[in-house]
Nanobody, 116 residues
Framework: QVQLVESGGGLVQPGGSLRLSCAAS????????MYWYRQAPGKQREWLAS????????NYADSVKGRFTISRDNAKNTVYLQMSSLKPEDTAVYYC?????????WGQGTQVTVSS
């Protein structure tokens, strides 16, 4: 059974940084693209970043490009999202995602709140 568990969220001041982690089990994450999304209250879930199975290819939404960095450690079956220069509008629940055999898998999410 595939499980994704996010961690690392919390309260941070504007301009601050956080690193989110997503630990995968039930699959060899090195075989799959991995993705980060977020959902703010009252808004649709938004794709943020993706990373190829070997980590050589990354893509970002314009809203986070230059501020967020996705990376992975396949030995640990873990994907990361390093977030810097955080803004109040980055406040949301952050989710990691992967697709295996045409099935979408999501973690439970981790709350990030950017506020002074």
């Amino acid at each position: 059974q595939v499980q994704l568990v996010e961690s690392g969220g919390g309260l941070v001041q504007p301009g601050g940084s956080l690193r989110l982690s997503c630990a995968a089990s039930g699959l060899s994450s090195r075989a799959y693209f991995m993705y980060w999304y977020r959902q703010a209250p009252g808004k649709q879930r938004e794709w943020l970043a993706s990373i190829s199975s070997d980590g050589s290819i990354t893509n970002y939404a314009d809203s986070v490009k230059g501020r967020f960095t996705i990376s992975r450690d396949n030995a640990k079956n873990t994907v990361y999202l390093q977030m810097s220069s955080l803004k109040p509008e980055d406040t949301a629940v952050y989710y990691c995602n992967t697709v295996k055999n045409l099935i979408d898998y999501w973690g439970q999410g981790t709350q990030v709140t950017v506020s002074s």
